[in-house]
């Protein structure tokens, strides 16, 4: 018995090798949206680009100045004195400020608030600038500010202390006289009467 061949199935073009035009453009249409959903996921453009890292700059003079709240002329001083390194000049003579100037400002500024001078910050940051660790050195200097302080606060309440007492003095004296009598408060802070203080209402005690 001899079987009949099943017919052949429908090979479509594009497994033959061949391709039809409007089966190509089908795919391209297809390959060309795909393509732009991945490039340009919304932003309008054709294609997303990303950006880039880019370069710190440096700061003119002016620039830096404002950004830490200075003058130019304090940064100047900062540089002589050894605080900021020297600054290059660009060809019309304006000062570049490395990009870390920003923060080594800031930090100045504020190690100047806790009692720091601008000779010690040179003196910490040129160590630091050689590759040194002052660290130690900066834990010392911030004791010894620190103990000194506590020697001025203990000053500042003995002398809060003695102007309570000279203002409890002086208004028992102003109660005591006569409007428009001289109490002579500035000259009882010497710690002596003055004679004269004396001697007025002796007088005007006789008259009477």
């Given amino acids: 018995m001899v079987l009949a061949k099943a017919p052949a199935k429908n090979v479509s073009n594009a497994t033959k090798g061949t391709c ?8 391209a249409c297809r390959f060309r949206d795909c393509l732009k959903k991945s490039l340009d996921p919304g932003t309008g453009s054709k294609v ?14 002016g620039e830096l100045a404002r950004a830490v709240g200075i003058s130019a002329d304090a940064l100047r001083h900062y540089e002589k004195l050894g605080v900021l390194p020297r600054a290059p000049r660009t060809a019309s003579g304006y000062r570049l400020y490395p990009p870390d100037s920003l923060e080594r400002v800031k930090t100045v500024r504020h190690a100047m608030r806790l009692g720091f001078t601008l000779h010690e910050l040179a003196e910490i940051l040129r160590i630091r600038d050689r590759g040194g660790a002052p660290c130690r050195r900066v834990l010392l200097m911030l004791q010894e500010k ?3 302080l506590e020697e001025r606060i203990a000053e500042l309440q003995q002398t809060q202390n003695y102007m309570e007492s000279m203002v409890s003095d002086w208004r028992s004296r102003i109660a005591q006289g006569q409007s428009g009598e001289k109490a002579f408060l500035l000259r009882s802070l ?3 009467t003055p004679a004269t203080a004396i001697r007025e209402p002796l007088r005007r005690e006789k008259r009477k």
């Fill in 190 to 192: 010497n710690g002596q």
């Fill in 20 to 27: 039809s035009p409007a089966h190509c453009r089908r795919i």
């Fill in 146 to 148: 620190l103990g000194a």
């Fill in 48 to 61: 997303h680009t990303f950006p880039m890292t880019e370069k710190p700059k440096a700061f003119r003079s």
